[in-house]
């Protein structure tokens, strides 16, 4: 096994590679059924294969052996299932041992090598960990070492030997398209899975939608849509949570190997994720094998930084791979030429010359076999030291090779470069301008031969043809066939690869944008590169990574400004496009009130101002009007509400009108002014119900029909429409979880518990934060829901007050961190009745001081009266009846200005605690809880109608007497 031979009596016998390997595979397992799926990985790891293929190979397994497939000796068939070596176990012996011992050293072995020169530690390591995986203990090394030190052989090897029931998920991060694409390795690890078990994409519906939405092709077209608009809203927080779910539930089916490749290209969410996966607590099967090289991602690089982290946490390890001493030379040098001895010094002399570099001796080793054809010379003559053919450098020594041959094949090799370390046949035939099964040929050859390429997988085109994907054999081969390309021909290859990626995408190859944007800017083509950086960054948006959109969109719009025909249409439909994407992207990982939000997104809004109406521009508009309604400038939403209803008259646009309802009614109630907000989104939504599956299109961020149904209650309930609140609060609960969206369900939640605040209403809050918990990964919802948890601690009373106090100031603080103000009065308000409860007046006094400011400042009047009859009963608890009744007085005034009944019942009902019953006019008070329509069951609404029969009773005795 360890020379990859196979003898009879003495004499040497023919066997193909695949056919050895395969017989290796067999022969390590006598006895033991071997089934088709087991030995199609174990034999051609990573490539798309058939069962045709296995069984073409037993049958020259069998022709060699002269062994009858109907009274077999050696190989049996088991009908449907599989194979198993039958021949006597005794004759194993032998090549166990050579197995485990000479074969143990090897540096870049040919097909059938057991063990890489040298790695037996490493493979020890990497074995007891993946046993301490397979106990439950997830586990996570990473091998590290410069380019050519054998990891991917090391990985190769430890993946070919893991046996049967083994999951194995790989992804590689690629130099050249591994920036502006989010997870990528992670989403090819995750594909490779779903091929090898076609349940895999039904679990992922399940528990791992946001990921199965960035592999659609596994996903029945007609449930793309709905996807999109579940996972809508939705952030990196939630895509780390369901991949660990996900990882965990195919771990519980079988041990689970990942494989993730040269981090040191890797995109900053994919490191996350597997920080994430590192410091995740669980018991999954799970061993994750990372590769890098140390010299490419110096000390400052994030793939260096998250390495350091995680050994110091203790939470992976880290396996370095060395060069090979001479010994390791003279052992490699053993297995490639057996039978011949090598001169004396010839080990010492090439490990002086490759520095032991295991990619440098296995190419080089190569060169001496194609060197040396006849047996007239033998392979080690050529390499007889000093051998004036030896090349000073590897990439010399490729460059020699590549001299030696077929110009064709150098051409198709140089144009594959261009496409990147790994491409698809199509493509590179269109690039090159050829027949598809010429090229087609001529990369498989090149594979078979496994020196420069290396065959992937395969997939199947919208018309029904296949394509397949192939890679180096090194990043190292693939560079300098880059680099030895002049200026003009390296270009007009970019100029060619981006047309024919084009033209494959349109088929249904997986081209990614950012990948055509480089092809696009190696071509000097910049109005295109802008676009497909432009699509580049939606996508990264769409997997909610918004340091990867924002980072291509100012990419983009730095071209726009270099190129001087570009730069004189600055003011363009394309700018706009890459400003508002640049804003949306600052907003969502700085925070709405980030001056890098802010700047783009005014940017964007002069860009509208200056270009000709358009529909498109209403979703600028309502994006900034957000932005400002969120920051407390409610002034300036209702501005950009005006423009948004005068778009949607202007182009007939109902979609548009809905927003400009859905903007101007939470704007409108924040300012006080009730009935007129209630109007509008009541507008809004008759215009919806009239529209219906019309609006599904529309890009929207939240539904707009749970956003009004949401926003409408709590002005409803201060103007004493309590019943008719809460239905809009279910209606608005049950369409945001049948529609399944994200950030729908968690406005539902917080509009819900912001109504039931208003109202007392303790279990309405209450269910309201046990659902928030399912949506804590959006960040808006971090500080509600640490709020309304305080807020429902502080009823408790009691020493959980005082602690409320700090739960509702921690949660504000967290809420303030991202920019948004609006509803601050509230939360302050919270804070205040807390320590209030708490006997805390000092607190009690500075948070209702922060509200009533705020409240000025902003003109967020909608909580004002609540305010001043805290601010009441404050300076009534510290002997100030003066000073309280002041306050009372603003608290109805305020309340009668906003015609809030709830608000003014409020203020009676604390009118009376605090004076008794004879202050309240009984007229007065009988007509405004009249105005109260529902709630019975409210503590407002029952202490209003005790008092009032109270005052009843002492009317009727006042008449008696």
């Not at 194993?92 to 020169?117: F, I, L, Q």
């Not at 590290?144 to 190769?156: N, P, R």
């Not at 260096?304 to 995680?310: C, D, H, S």
Request: proline residues 6%.
């Amino acid at each position: 096994m360890a020379n990859a031979r196979l003898s009879e009596g003495g004499q040497w016998l023919s066997l193909p590679p695949k056919a050895f390997a395969l017989l290796c595979v067999l022969v390590g397992q006598p006895g033991q059924l071997l089934s088709k799926t087991t030995l199609l990985d174990a034999v051609w790891p990573r490539q798309d294969v058939n069962e045709s293929v296995l069984k073409t190979t037993v049958n020259q397994l069998r022709t060699v052996l002269k062994d009858d497939p109907r009274e077999p000796r050696y190989i049996e068939t088991v009908p449907r299932r599989g194979y198993r070596f039958i021949g006597r176990p005794g004759a194993c012996a032998a090549s166990e041992t050579t197995h485990s011992d000479a074969a143990a050293r090897s540096a870049d072995p040919p097909s059938g090598c057991a063990v890489p020169v040298a790695r037996a530690p490493a493979l020890q390591r990497i074995d007891a960990a993946w046993r301490r995986a397979a106990e439950g203990r997830p586990q996570m090394i990473l091998v590290v070492g410069d380019a050519g030190i054998g990891k991917t052989t090391l990985i190769d090897h430890f993946a070919r030997t893991r046996g049967a029931g083994v999951q194995l998920g790989r992804g590689l991060c690629v130099e050249q398209r591994g920036h502006g694409e989010p997870y990528l390795p992670w989403l090819e690890a995750l594909s490779a899975l779903c091929l090898q078990d076609e349940a895999l994409p039904a679990l992922m519906r399940a528990v791992a939608p946001v990921w199965l939405a960035q592999m659609p092709w596994h996903l029945p077209q007609e449930q793309r849509c709905a996807l999109a608009r579940e996972i809508a809203g939705t952030g990196p927080a939630r895509m780390l949570r369901e991949l660990g779910e996900l990882l965990d539930r195919v771990a519980a089916r079988g041990p689970l190997l990942l494989v993730l490749e040269d981090l040191q290209w890797s995109d900053q969410p994919s490191l996350q994720a597997l920080d994430y996966l590192a410091r995740r607590r669980g018991t999954a099967r799970q061993l994750v094998l990372a590769s890098m090289r140390p010299t490419e991602a110096g000390s400052t690089h994030p793939a260096a930084e998250l390495r350091t982290e995680l050994r110091l946490r203790g939470l992976a390890q880290d396996l370095p791979l060395t060069a090979l001493s001479a010994a390791d030379v003279g052992d490699y040098l053993a297995l490639r030429f057996p039978g011949e001895a090598a001169p004396p010094g010839l080990a010492q002399a090439l490990h002086d010359h490759t520095d032991g570099l295991p990619l440098y001796l296995a190419t080089l080793f190569d060169a001496a076999e194609a060197n040396t054809p006849s047996a007239e010379v033998s392979a080690l003559a050529w390499l007889a030291w000093p051998p004036p053919q030896v090349p000073e450098s590897l990439f010399q020594l490729i460059e020699r090779q590549l001299r030696k041959l077929p110009a064709a094949d150098v051409e198709l090799l140089e144009a594959a470069a261009v496409l990147g370390v790994d491409f698809w046949t199509r493509p590179l035939a269109t690039l090159l301008g050829r027949p598809l099964p010429a090229v087609r040929a001529q990369v498989d050859a090149l594979a078979k031969n496994g020196h420069w390429l290396l065959s992937l997988t395969a997939t199947r085109l919208q018309d029904g043809s296949f394509d397949g994907r192939s890679e180096f054999r090194h990043g190292l081969y693939r560079h300098v066939l880059y680099q030895r390309l002049g200026a003009v021909p390296r270009a007009e290859l970019h100029q060619r690869a981006a047309q024919a990626l084009e033209a494959s995408a349109a088929l249904g190859l997986p081209v990614a944008p950012a990948e055509l944007a480089l092809h696009h800017e190696g071509s000097h083509d910049l109005p295109a590169a802008v676009h497909q950086l432009l699509a580049a960054g939606r996508l990264s948006m769409a997997r909610f990574a918004p340091v990867e959109a924002a980072q291509l969109a100012t990419r983009a719009l730095a071209l726009l400004a270099e190129d001087p025909g570009l730069c004189a249409s600055q003011d363009s439909e394309l700018a706009l496009a890459l400003t508002t994407l640049q804003g949306h992207a600052f907003a969502q990982y700085q925070g709405v009130a980030a001056p890098d939000a802010i700047r783009a997104l005014s940017r964007a809004r002069a860009l509208c101002d200056g270009l000709p109406s358009t529909p498109a521009h209403g979703w600028v508009y309502s994006g900034l009007g957000w932005v400002h309604f969120t920051r407390g400038e409610f002034d300036q939403a209702l501005e950009l509400a005006d423009r948004l209803e005068a778009l949607a008259a202007l182009h007939r646009d109902d979609a548009l009108f809905v927003c400009a309802c859905n903007l101007r009614g939470p704007a409108l109630a924040y300012q006080g002014r009730l009935r007129e907000a209630v109007g509008w989104l009541r507008r809004g939504l008759a215009l919806c119900d009239m529209l219906g599956e019309a609006l599904d299109n529309a890009p929207f961020l939240i539904d707009p029909v749970v956003s009004m149904q949401g926003n409408v209650a709590l002005p409803l309930a201060q103007l004493g429409e309590i019943d008719e609140a809460i239905r809009c609060i279910d209606l608005a609960r049950e369409r945001a979880v049948r529609i399944g969206a994200p950030m729908a369900r968690m406005l539902a939640q917080w509009c819900a518990a912001l109504t039931g605040a208003a109202l007392e209403d303790v279990p309405m809050v209450a269910a309201a934060v046990r659902a928030f918990a399912d949506e804590a990964d959006i960040a808006q919802g971090a500080g509600p829901v640490r709020w309304y948890a305080g807020w429902l601690r502080c009823r408790v009373g009691g020493d959980q007050a005082a602690e409320a106090v700090n739960e509702i100031v921690e949660g504000h603080a967290c809420h303030l961190r991202l920019g948004m103000e609006a509803g601050c009065t509230h939360v302050h308000g919270y804070a205040a009745e807390a320590a209030l409860r708490a006997c805390d007046g000092p607190t009690a006094r500075r948070e209702l001081d922060a509200g009533l400011e705020r409240a000025l400042q902003l003109g967020e009047m909608l909580g004002l009266p609540e305010l001043h009859m805290l601010d009441a009963r404050l300076r009534s608890a510290m002997d100030d009846a003066q000073g309280a009744q002041a306050a009372l007085d603003l608290a109805l005034a305020q309340s009668h200005a906003q015609d809030a009944a709830w608000q003014t019942l409020g203020a009676l009902l604390l009118r009376c605690e605090l004076s008794g019953p004879g202050a309240v006019d009984a007229i007065a008070w009988r007509a405004t809880l009249a105005r109260i329509r529902g709630g019975a069951t409210l503590p407002r609404v029952r202490r209003a109608h005790a008092l009032l029969n109270r005052l009843c009773a002492h009317t009727e005795a006042a008449i008696a007497v």
